[in-house]
Protein backbone atom coordinates (compact mmCIF):
# COMPACT_ATOMS: atom_id res chain seq x y z
CA UNK A 1 0.00 0.00 0.00
CA UNK A 2 1.23 3.20 -1.43
CA UNK A 3 -0.21 6.61 -0.17
CA UNK A 4 0.63 10.02 -1.71
CA UNK A 5 0.63 13.46 -0.75
CA UNK A 6 1.87 17.16 -2.48
CA UNK A 7 2.71 19.86 -1.25
CA UNK A 8 4.39 22.95 -3.24
CA UNK A 9 7.64 24.89 -2.66
CA UNK A 10 8.39 27.20 -4.60
CA UNK A 11 11.22 30.35 -4.97
CA UNK A 12 10.86 33.66 -6.10
CA UNK A 13 13.82 35.68 -7.32
CA UNK A 14 13.39 39.12 -8.17
CA UNK A 15 9.98 40.72 -8.63
CA UNK A 16 10.29 40.51 -12.65
CA UNK A 17 8.75 37.09 -13.89
CA UNK A 18 9.46 35.35 -17.82
CA UNK A 19 6.50 35.96 -19.28
CA UNK A 20 6.82 33.27 -21.74
CA UNK A 21 4.86 32.77 -24.67
CA UNK A 22 5.56 29.76 -26.88
CA UNK A 23 5.02 29.11 -30.32
CA UNK A 24 6.41 25.27 -30.06
CA UNK A 25 3.04 23.62 -31.41
CA UNK A 26 2.78 21.41 -34.31
CA UNK A 27 1.60 23.85 -37.47
CA UNK A 28 -2.31 22.96 -38.22
CA UNK A 29 -3.85 23.67 -41.16
CA UNK A 30 -6.66 26.07 -41.22
CA UNK A 31 -9.19 25.45 -43.50
CA UNK A 32 -10.56 28.74 -45.94
CA UNK A 33 -13.62 30.24 -45.00
CA UNK A 34 -14.76 27.78 -41.45
CA UNK A 35 -14.14 27.94 -38.01
CA UNK A 36 -12.97 24.77 -36.31
CA UNK A 37 -12.73 23.56 -32.31
CA UNK A 38 -10.99 21.06 -31.13
CA UNK A 39 -10.67 19.73 -27.92
CA UNK A 40 -8.61 18.42 -25.46
CA UNK A 41 -8.08 14.68 -25.17
CA UNK A 42 -9.16 12.94 -21.09
CA UNK A 43 -8.90 15.12 -18.49
CA UNK A 44 -8.16 13.03 -15.71
CA UNK A 45 -7.56 13.90 -12.31
CA UNK A 46 -4.80 12.59 -10.16
CA UNK A 47 -6.39 9.78 -7.39
CA UNK A 48 -8.13 11.78 -4.68
CA UNK A 49 -7.44 10.50 -0.87
CA UNK A 50 -9.61 10.94 1.49
CA UNK A 51 -8.74 11.12 5.13
CA UNK A 52 -10.29 10.86 8.24
CA UNK A 53 -10.67 14.79 8.41
CA UNK A 54 -14.19 16.47 8.07
CA UNK A 55 -13.86 19.33 5.53
CA UNK A 56 -14.47 18.45 1.64
CA UNK A 57 -11.35 18.22 -0.07
CA UNK A 58 -10.23 19.87 -3.63
CA UNK A 59 -9.49 18.84 -6.22
CA UNK A 60 -7.72 20.13 -9.37
CA UNK A 61 -6.45 19.72 -12.92
CA UNK A 62 -5.02 22.02 -15.03
CA UNK A 63 -4.71 21.34 -18.80
CA UNK A 64 -0.66 22.15 -20.03
CA UNK A 65 -1.11 25.43 -22.40
CA UNK A 66 1.94 23.82 -23.96
CA UNK A 67 0.12 20.67 -24.58
CA UNK A 68 -1.61 20.64 -27.33
CA UNK A 69 -3.74 17.65 -26.36
CA UNK A 70 -4.54 19.43 -22.88
CA UNK A 71 -5.55 22.71 -24.79
CA UNK A 72 -8.78 23.73 -26.60
CA UNK A 73 -7.62 25.16 -30.02
CA UNK A 74 -9.63 27.37 -32.45
CA UNK A 75 -8.53 26.99 -36.05
CA UNK A 76 -10.03 30.17 -37.49
CA UNK A 77 -9.35 30.10 -41.47
CA UNK A 78 -12.32 32.96 -41.74
CA UNK A 79 -11.94 36.02 -43.58
CA UNK A 80 -15.27 37.88 -43.63
CA UNK A 81 -17.81 38.23 -40.90
CA UNK A 82 -18.04 35.29 -38.38
CA UNK A 83 -18.20 35.91 -34.96
CA UNK A 84 -17.90 32.38 -32.58
CA UNK A 85 -18.40 31.57 -29.01
CA UNK A 86 -17.77 28.15 -27.38
CA UNK A 87 -19.40 26.97 -24.54
CA UNK A 88 -18.80 24.21 -22.06
CA UNK A 89 -21.53 22.09 -20.12
CA UNK A 90 -20.62 18.86 -17.97
CA UNK A 91 -22.38 16.21 -16.74
CA UNK A 92 -22.38 14.58 -13.03
CA UNK A 93 -19.21 12.12 -12.45
CA UNK A 94 -20.33 9.02 -11.55
CA UNK A 95 -19.29 5.44 -10.61
CA UNK A 96 -21.45 2.51 -10.92
CA UNK A 97 -23.51 3.56 -7.70
CA UNK A 98 -22.77 7.02 -6.81
CA UNK A 99 -22.41 9.93 -8.04
CA UNK A 100 -20.22 13.43 -7.68
CA UNK A 101 -22.72 16.32 -8.97
CA UNK A 102 -21.81 19.06 -11.51
CA UNK A 103 -22.38 21.08 -9.15
CA UNK A 104 -19.16 20.65 -7.32
CA UNK A 105 -16.87 21.79 -10.04
CA UNK A 106 -15.89 24.65 -11.27
CA UNK A 107 -13.87 25.54 -14.26
CA UNK A 108 -10.81 28.39 -15.47
CA UNK A 109 -8.73 28.67 -18.11
CA UNK A 110 -5.06 29.49 -18.22
CA UNK A 111 -2.84 30.22 -21.32
CA UNK A 112 0.97 31.15 -21.48
CA UNK A 113 0.07 34.50 -22.77
CA UNK A 114 -1.40 36.64 -20.20
CA UNK A 115 -4.50 37.60 -22.83
CA UNK A 116 -6.00 34.22 -22.06
CA UNK A 117 -5.49 32.80 -25.37
CA UNK A 118 -2.28 31.51 -26.63
CA UNK A 119 -1.12 32.33 -30.66
CA UNK A 120 0.45 29.26 -32.33
CA UNK A 121 -0.01 29.59 -36.06
CA UNK A 122 2.59 31.29 -38.42
CA UNK A 123 -0.09 32.28 -40.82
CA UNK A 124 -1.93 34.98 -38.86
CA UNK A 125 -3.77 38.24 -38.68
CA UNK A 126 -3.69 39.13 -34.98
CA UNK A 127 -6.04 42.33 -35.13
CA UNK A 128 -4.98 43.46 -31.80
CA UNK A 129 -3.14 43.03 -28.99
CA UNK A 130 -5.85 40.14 -27.44
CA UNK A 131 -6.68 38.90 -30.65
CA UNK A 132 -10.36 39.98 -29.71
CA UNK A 133 -11.12 36.81 -28.16
CA UNK A 134 -12.69 37.41 -24.51
CA UNK A 135 -11.68 34.71 -22.11
CA UNK A 136 -14.13 35.42 -19.31
CA UNK A 137 -13.13 32.66 -17.18
CA UNK A 138 -9.20 33.23 -17.61
CA UNK A 139 -6.87 32.74 -14.51
CA UNK A 140 -3.78 34.74 -14.75
CA UNK A 141 -1.16 32.84 -13.94
CA UNK A 142 1.34 31.06 -16.16
CA UNK A 143 3.33 28.96 -13.57
CA UNK A 144 0.72 26.68 -11.71
CA UNK A 145 2.95 26.35 -9.02
CA UNK A 146 0.13 26.09 -6.14
CA UNK A 147 -3.18 24.48 -7.50
CA UNK A 148 -5.13 27.12 -5.22
CA UNK A 149 -4.18 29.96 -7.09
CA UNK A 150 -6.77 30.41 -9.45
CA UNK A 151 -9.23 29.67 -6.96
CA UNK A 152 -10.74 33.32 -7.17
CA UNK A 153 -11.56 32.03 -10.66
CA UNK A 154 -12.68 28.66 -9.93
CA UNK A 155 -14.91 30.10 -6.91
CA UNK A 156 -17.31 32.24 -9.38
CA UNK A 157 -17.29 29.93 -12.41
CA UNK A 158 -19.49 27.20 -10.68
CA UNK A 159 -20.94 24.89 -12.87
CA UNK A 160 -24.44 25.35 -11.94
CA UNK A 161 -27.51 23.19 -12.01
CA UNK A 162 -31.08 23.70 -13.14
CA UNK A 163 -34.56 21.37 -12.94
CA UNK A 164 -37.93 21.32 -12.43
CA UNK A 165 -39.22 21.23 -8.89
CA UNK A 166 -42.47 18.84 -8.32
CA UNK A 167 -43.76 20.24 -4.98
CA UNK A 168 -46.25 17.66 -4.84
CA UNK A 169 -43.59 14.52 -4.72
CA UNK A 170 -43.55 12.09 -2.99
CA UNK A 171 -46.87 11.52 -2.90
CA UNK A 172 -46.68 9.52 0.59
CA UNK A 173 -44.06 9.53 3.03
CA UNK A 174 -41.12 7.49 2.31
CA UNK A 175 -38.57 6.10 4.36
CA UNK A 176 -34.75 6.04 4.33
CA UNK A 177 -35.10 2.60 2.49
CA UNK A 178 -37.63 3.23 -0.13
CA UNK A 179 -36.88 2.49 -3.45
CA UNK A 180 -40.32 2.30 -4.99
CA UNK A 181 -41.82 6.28 -4.53
CA UNK A 182 -45.14 7.36 -4.97
CA UNK A 183 -45.64 10.06 -7.25
CA UNK A 184 -48.47 12.25 -8.49
CA UNK A 185 -47.71 11.68 -11.98
CA UNK A 186 -44.70 9.47 -13.46
CA UNK A 187 -44.67 10.85 -16.12
CA UNK A 188 -42.82 14.08 -15.39
CA UNK A 189 -39.74 11.47 -14.99
CA UNK A 190 -37.02 9.64 -17.11
CA UNK A 191 -35.24 6.81 -16.51
CA UNK A 192 -31.65 7.96 -15.95
CA UNK A 193 -32.95 11.31 -14.39
CA UNK A 194 -30.95 12.37 -11.20
CA UNK A 195 -33.32 13.28 -8.85
CA UNK A 196 -32.95 15.36 -5.64
CA UNK A 197 -34.98 15.34 -2.76
CA UNK A 198 -35.67 18.40 0.29
CA UNK A 199 -32.48 16.65 2.20
CA UNK A 200 -30.26 17.05 -0.50
CA UNK A 201 -29.92 13.16 -1.12
CA UNK A 202 -29.40 12.69 -5.05
CA UNK A 203 -31.32 9.60 -6.37
CA UNK A 204 -31.11 8.43 -9.86
CA UNK A 205 -34.07 6.77 -11.28
CA UNK A 206 -33.93 3.28 -12.59
CA UNK A 207 -37.28 2.47 -13.88
CA UNK A 208 -40.78 4.06 -14.17
CA UNK A 209 -43.09 1.19 -13.46
CA UNK A 210 -46.33 2.90 -13.10
CA UNK A 211 -48.17 5.93 -13.63
CA UNK A 212 -47.90 6.96 -10.02
CA UNK A 213 -44.61 5.56 -9.23
CA UNK A 214 -40.72 5.80 -9.89
CA UNK A 215 -37.84 3.44 -8.78
CA UNK A 216 -35.27 5.00 -7.19
CA UNK A 217 -31.35 4.24 -6.20
CA UNK A 218 -31.15 6.02 -2.56
CA UNK A 219 -27.86 7.14 -1.29
CA UNK A 220 -26.70 8.23 -4.87
CA UNK A 221 -24.96 11.31 -3.48
CA UNK A 222 -22.58 11.70 -0.57
CA UNK A 223 -25.16 12.46 1.38
CA UNK A 224 -26.74 9.44 3.28
CA UNK A 225 -30.66 8.55 2.51
CA UNK A 226 -33.17 10.20 5.24
CA UNK A 227 -36.77 10.15 5.23
CA UNK A 228 -39.20 12.42 3.28
CA UNK A 229 -42.15 13.78 3.92
CA UNK A 230 -44.82 13.61 1.44
CA UNK A 231 -44.96 17.00 -0.80
CA UNK A 232 -41.63 18.14 0.17
CA UNK A 233 -40.35 18.50 -3.63
CA UNK A 234 -38.72 16.35 -6.00
CA UNK A 235 -36.26 18.72 -7.81
CA UNK A 236 -35.20 16.76 -11.22
CA UNK A 237 -32.23 18.60 -12.27
CA UNK A 238 -30.77 18.25 -16.06
CA UNK A 239 -28.44 15.61 -17.22
CA UNK A 240 -26.08 18.21 -17.60
CA UNK A 241 -24.71 21.63 -16.12
CA UNK A 242 -25.90 24.93 -17.27
CA UNK A 243 -23.66 26.16 -20.00
CA UNK A 244 -20.38 28.52 -19.25
CA UNK A 245 -18.49 30.39 -21.65
CA UNK A 246 -15.08 29.97 -21.86
CA UNK A 247 -13.88 32.04 -25.56
CA UNK A 248 -15.56 34.71 -27.29
CA UNK A 249 -14.45 35.40 -30.62
CA UNK A 250 -16.13 38.66 -32.26
CA UNK A 251 -14.72 39.18 -35.71
CA UNK A 252 -12.98 42.08 -35.89
CA UNK A 253 -12.86 44.55 -38.52
CA UNK A 254 -9.98 43.73 -39.99
CA UNK A 255 -10.58 39.87 -39.68
CA UNK A 256 -8.94 37.46 -37.35
CA UNK A 257 -7.08 34.24 -39.26
CA UNK A 258 -5.00 31.79 -37.25
CA UNK A 259 -4.69 29.15 -34.60
CA UNK A 260 -5.60 30.05 -31.34
CA UNK A 261 -5.41 28.22 -27.80
CA UNK A 262 -6.13 28.05 -24.42
CA UNK A 263 -5.69 25.61 -21.61
CA UNK A 264 -9.02 24.29 -19.51
CA UNK A 265 -8.68 23.89 -15.61
CA UNK A 266 -11.06 22.02 -13.50
CA UNK A 267 -11.93 21.87 -9.66
CA UNK A 268 -13.87 19.47 -7.42
CA UNK A 269 -14.69 19.71 -4.12
CA UNK A 270 -15.35 16.18 -2.78
CA UNK A 271 -16.96 15.42 0.80
CA UNK A 272 -15.43 13.41 3.10
CA UNK A 273 -18.50 10.86 2.73
CA UNK A 274 -17.95 10.73 -0.24
CA UNK A 275 -18.30 6.64 -1.17
CA UNK A 276 -14.67 5.90 -3.22
CA UNK A 277 -14.33 4.62 -6.59
CA UNK A 278 -13.52 5.57 -9.92
CA UNK A 279 -15.95 8.46 -10.91
CA UNK A 280 -16.46 9.38 -14.80
CA UNK A 281 -17.77 12.54 -15.97
CA UNK A 282 -17.71 14.48 -19.52
CA UNK A 283 -17.21 17.55 -20.88
CA UNK A 284 -19.22 18.96 -24.11
CA UNK A 285 -17.69 21.81 -25.80
CA UNK A 286 -19.79 23.51 -28.16
CA UNK A 287 -18.78 25.66 -30.80
CA UNK A 288 -21.08 28.62 -32.25
CA UNK A 289 -20.87 30.60 -35.42
CA UNK A 290 -22.87 33.57 -36.97
CA UNK A 291 -22.34 36.20 -39.33
CA UNK A 292 -24.41 38.18 -36.91
CA UNK A 293 -24.08 39.06 -32.63
CA UNK A 294 -26.75 36.10 -32.08
CA UNK A 295 -24.00 33.65 -31.10
CA UNK A 296 -21.78 35.86 -28.65
CA UNK B 1 -32.99 23.24 -76.66
CA UNK B 2 -29.89 24.61 -77.69
CA UNK B 3 -27.61 23.79 -75.48
CA UNK B 4 -26.00 27.35 -74.86
CA UNK B 5 -29.32 28.80 -73.52
CA UNK B 6 -29.40 26.04 -70.65
CA UNK B 7 -26.40 27.56 -69.29
CA UNK B 8 -27.59 30.70 -67.71
CA UNK B 9 -30.23 28.63 -65.71
CA UNK B 10 -27.14 26.23 -64.24
CA UNK B 11 -24.89 29.00 -63.11
CA UNK B 12 -28.68 30.82 -61.27
CA UNK B 13 -29.03 26.96 -59.56
CA UNK B 14 -24.82 27.39 -58.74
CA UNK B 15 -25.28 30.38 -57.14
CA UNK B 16 -28.72 29.21 -55.10
CA UNK B 17 -26.44 26.54 -53.34
CA UNK B 18 -23.42 28.61 -52.73
CA UNK B 19 -25.99 30.86 -51.27
CA UNK B 20 -27.46 28.09 -49.21
CA UNK B 21 -23.91 26.72 -48.15
CA UNK B 22 -23.34 30.49 -46.84
CA UNK B 23 -26.27 29.89 -44.49
CA UNK B 24 -25.26 27.01 -43.09
CA UNK B 25 -21.69 28.04 -42.55
CA UNK B 26 -22.69 31.10 -40.47
CA UNK B 27 -25.21 29.46 -37.89
CA UNK B 28 -23.25 26.99 -37.29
CA UNK B 29 -23.15 24.42 -34.11
CA UNK B 30 -20.45 21.85 -33.60
CA UNK B 31 -20.20 19.73 -30.32
CA UNK B 32 -16.90 17.65 -29.14
CA UNK B 33 -16.88 15.85 -25.95
CA UNK B 34 -14.15 14.77 -23.30
CA UNK B 35 -14.03 12.70 -20.68
CA UNK B 36 -12.85 13.07 -17.24
CA UNK B 37 -12.71 10.74 -14.60
CA UNK B 38 -11.91 11.06 -11.14
CA UNK B 39 -10.59 8.35 -8.70
CA UNK B 40 -11.47 8.53 -5.07
CA UNK B 41 -9.54 6.19 -2.09
CA UNK B 42 -9.98 5.93 1.72
CA UNK B 43 -8.19 4.70 4.16
CA UNK B 44 -9.93 5.12 7.44
CA UNK B 45 -7.10 3.33 9.46
CA UNK B 46 -3.65 4.07 7.61
CA UNK B 47 -3.14 7.49 6.25
CA UNK B 48 -2.32 11.09 6.30
CA UNK B 49 -4.38 13.58 8.37
CA UNK B 50 -1.99 16.16 7.15
CA UNK B 51 0.93 17.09 4.95
CA UNK B 52 2.38 20.30 5.48
CA UNK B 53 1.01 23.09 3.97
CA UNK B 54 2.55 25.18 0.72
CA UNK B 55 6.00 27.25 0.86
CA UNK B 56 6.98 30.51 -0.79
CA UNK B 57 10.74 32.35 -0.26
CA UNK B 58 11.24 35.74 -1.90
CA UNK B 59 14.71 36.67 -2.33
CA UNK B 60 14.59 40.25 -1.82
CA UNK B 61 13.68 42.82 -4.68
CA UNK B 62 16.75 43.72 -6.06
CA UNK B 63 16.86 41.34 -8.88
CA UNK B 64 19.44 37.89 -8.81
CA UNK B 65 21.37 36.54 -6.79
CA UNK B 66 25.15 37.28 -7.86
CA UNK B 67 28.52 36.30 -6.52
CA UNK B 68 27.41 34.79 -3.23
CA UNK B 69 25.24 32.06 -2.60
CA UNK B 70 21.96 32.98 -0.66
CA UNK B 71 20.32 30.49 1.73
CA UNK B 72 16.75 31.08 3.19
CA UNK B 73 14.71 29.10 5.78
CA UNK B 74 11.29 27.85 6.04
CA UNK B 75 10.84 28.73 10.12
CA UNK B 76 13.28 31.94 9.86
CA UNK B 77 10.89 33.41 12.21
CA UNK B 78 10.95 30.97 15.09
CA UNK B 79 7.38 29.42 15.14
CA UNK B 80 6.56 26.30 14.29
CA UNK B 81 2.94 26.61 12.54
CA UNK B 82 0.79 23.72 12.57
CA UNK B 83 0.02 23.53 9.15
CA UNK B 84 3.67 22.42 8.69
CA UNK B 85 3.31 19.24 10.48
CA UNK B 86 2.94 15.84 9.17
CA UNK B 87 0.64 13.88 10.65
CA UNK B 88 -0.08 10.37 10.14
CA UNK B 89 -3.09 7.71 11.66
CA UNK B 90 -2.45 4.18 12.12
CA UNK B 91 -4.92 2.27 14.25
CA UNK B 92 -4.06 -0.71 12.65
CA UNK B 93 -3.10 -1.79 15.51
CA UNK B 94 -0.99 -3.61 14.00
CA UNK B 95 2.01 -3.60 11.26
CA UNK B 96 3.92 -0.53 10.63
CA UNK B 97 5.26 1.79 7.91
CA UNK B 98 7.59 4.77 6.02
CA UNK B 99 7.65 7.80 5.51
CA UNK B 100 9.79 9.32 2.54
CA UNK B 101 9.98 12.39 1.03
CA UNK B 102 10.87 13.19 -2.75
CA UNK B 103 11.41 16.54 -4.74
CA UNK B 104 10.76 17.74 -8.25
CA UNK B 105 13.52 18.91 -9.72
CA UNK B 106 13.26 22.71 -10.07
CA UNK B 107 12.23 23.74 -13.02
CA UNK B 108 14.08 21.10 -14.60
CA UNK B 109 17.37 22.86 -12.89
CA UNK B 110 18.17 19.83 -11.24
CA UNK B 111 21.41 21.53 -9.32
CA UNK B 112 19.00 23.65 -7.16
CA UNK B 113 17.60 20.46 -5.86
CA UNK B 114 21.03 20.06 -3.91
CA UNK B 115 20.44 23.22 -2.38
CA UNK B 116 17.32 21.85 -0.56
CA UNK B 117 17.64 20.52 2.39
CA UNK B 118 14.67 19.09 5.05
CA UNK B 119 15.10 18.51 9.31
CA UNK B 120 12.55 17.83 11.00
CA UNK B 121 11.35 18.18 14.96
CA UNK B 122 9.06 17.50 17.23
CA UNK B 123 7.94 21.04 18.68
CA UNK B 124 4.20 21.83 17.90
CA UNK B 125 1.55 22.49 20.16
CA UNK B 126 -0.24 19.26 19.54
CA UNK B 127 -0.74 17.67 22.90
CA UNK B 128 1.15 14.31 23.14
CA UNK B 129 4.35 12.56 23.96
CA UNK B 130 7.36 13.76 22.82
CA UNK B 131 9.50 10.39 21.85
CA UNK B 132 13.27 10.99 19.64
CA UNK B 133 11.51 13.61 17.18
CA UNK B 134 7.83 12.55 17.07
CA UNK B 135 4.94 13.58 18.85
CA UNK B 136 2.68 10.59 19.36
CA UNK B 137 -0.44 12.38 19.57
CA UNK B 138 -2.73 12.08 23.01
CA UNK B 139 -4.58 9.01 22.80
CA UNK B 140 -2.45 7.44 20.79
CA UNK B 141 -1.34 3.51 21.78
CA UNK B 142 1.12 1.22 21.11
CA UNK B 143 4.70 1.37 19.69
CA UNK B 144 6.46 4.67 20.09
CA UNK B 145 10.10 3.45 18.80
CA UNK B 146 9.49 5.12 15.26
CA UNK B 147 12.76 6.45 13.59
CA UNK B 148 13.27 9.77 13.07
CA UNK B 149 16.46 9.90 10.60
CA UNK B 150 16.32 13.75 10.07
CA UNK B 151 15.29 15.02 13.78
CA UNK B 152 17.01 17.90 14.51
CA UNK B 153 15.60 18.27 18.28
CA UNK B 154 16.60 21.42 19.60
CA UNK B 155 17.91 24.97 18.19
CA UNK B 156 17.19 27.24 15.78
CA UNK B 157 16.04 26.60 12.15
CA UNK B 158 17.29 29.73 10.56
CA UNK B 159 21.17 28.89 10.55
CA UNK B 160 22.44 26.93 8.10
CA UNK B 161 24.74 24.47 10.32
CA UNK B 162 21.52 23.11 11.93
CA UNK B 163 20.61 21.55 8.40
CA UNK B 164 24.60 21.04 7.68
CA UNK B 165 26.48 19.69 11.01
CA UNK B 166 26.35 16.39 12.43
CA UNK B 167 24.54 14.48 11.88
CA UNK B 168 23.47 16.04 8.87
CA UNK B 169 26.77 15.70 7.53
CA UNK B 170 26.79 11.83 6.64
CA UNK B 171 22.80 11.40 7.13
CA UNK B 172 21.65 12.13 4.16
CA UNK B 173 18.94 15.35 3.57
CA UNK B 174 19.02 16.98 0.66
CA UNK B 175 16.63 16.56 -1.87
CA UNK B 176 18.22 15.51 -4.32
CA UNK B 177 16.81 12.11 -3.94
CA UNK B 178 14.38 10.51 -1.39
CA UNK B 179 15.31 11.05 2.09
CA UNK B 180 13.16 8.88 5.04
CA UNK B 181 11.08 11.21 7.25
CA UNK B 182 9.95 8.61 9.19
CA UNK B 183 10.75 4.58 9.88
CA UNK B 184 8.17 2.80 11.26
CA UNK B 185 8.39 -0.18 10.60
CA UNK B 186 7.17 -2.85 12.57
CA UNK B 187 7.05 -6.88 12.73
CA UNK B 188 3.12 -8.31 13.79
CA UNK B 189 1.25 -8.69 15.93
CA UNK B 190 3.52 -4.89 16.94
CA UNK B 191 1.76 -1.51 16.11
CA UNK B 192 0.84 1.60 16.21
CA UNK B 193 -2.69 2.51 16.98
CA UNK B 194 -3.58 6.76 16.56
CA UNK B 195 -1.78 9.44 15.29
CA UNK B 196 1.43 10.60 15.01
CA UNK B 197 2.89 13.74 14.08
CA UNK B 198 6.39 15.53 13.28
CA UNK B 199 7.23 19.02 11.96
CA UNK B 200 9.35 20.10 9.26
CA UNK B 201 11.80 22.88 8.32
CA UNK B 202 13.56 23.58 5.20
CA UNK B 203 16.86 25.34 4.10
CA UNK B 204 17.57 26.57 0.90
CA UNK B 205 20.47 27.67 -0.59
CA UNK B 206 20.19 29.75 -4.16
CA UNK B 207 23.64 29.00 -5.93
CA UNK B 208 25.39 32.50 -6.95
CA UNK B 209 24.51 33.68 -10.98
CA UNK B 210 20.87 32.12 -10.72
CA UNK B 211 18.89 33.50 -12.53
CA UNK B 212 15.75 35.79 -12.32
CA UNK B 213 12.46 33.65 -12.54
CA UNK B 214 10.09 31.81 -10.12
CA UNK B 215 11.18 28.44 -9.07
CA UNK B 216 9.01 25.80 -8.12
CA UNK B 217 9.20 22.00 -7.22
CA UNK B 218 6.88 19.54 -5.54
CA UNK B 219 7.72 17.35 -2.85
CA UNK B 220 5.68 14.36 -2.95
CA UNK B 221 5.61 12.85 0.84
CA UNK B 222 5.07 8.86 0.75
CA UNK B 223 3.35 6.46 2.87
CA UNK B 224 4.03 3.01 2.53
CA UNK B 225 3.24 0.18 5.00
CA UNK B 226 6.33 -1.99 6.36
CA UNK B 227 4.88 -4.89 7.93
CA UNK B 228 7.08 -7.95 8.52
CA UNK B 229 4.58 -11.12 9.53
CA UNK B 230 1.29 -11.97 9.43
CA UNK B 231 -1.60 -9.43 10.78
CA UNK B 232 -4.79 -11.17 11.83
Same mark, same amino acid.
Given at each position: MILCAIAAINMLIAPILINAQVNNFASQELTNGIIQMITPDSFNFDPALLGSNTEPISVYKYGDPNDPNQTLRILDGEESNLNFRVGLTISDFESSSNAIPYSNFSIASISNNTNGVDINNERLNPPSVNNQIDTPLHCNEQNITDPTICDTVFDTNQFQASGTLINSDPSIDITN #? &??LIAVA &???QYSIDNIIAFASGELAKIT? %? @? /???LIRVQRGYSATEPTAQTSGSGIIITNSVSDEITILIGEEPTNYRLGYYSTAVALRGIIDQDQEPGTYTGTITFTLYTCSDLSCI | MNPKQKKPAVLTLITLLLTLNLIIASNAVAQSTTPTTITITRNEFFSFVQTPANIKINHPAGGAVDIYDQTYFSNDNGEYPLDRQLIVRDTRNCGGFNVTLTANPFNDV #? #????GLRVVTH? *????AGNEMNGVKYIDGYTGD *????? @????????? /? %? /?STFTDPPFDTVDNVLDGPVDIMQAGLTAPDGHNGEMALGLAYAFTIPKYTPPNTYFTLLTFTLTDDTTGTCP
Open positions: #T &DE &DSSA %I @P /AAN | #T #TLNNS *QSSL *QNIIA @PLNHSSGSF /A %I /A
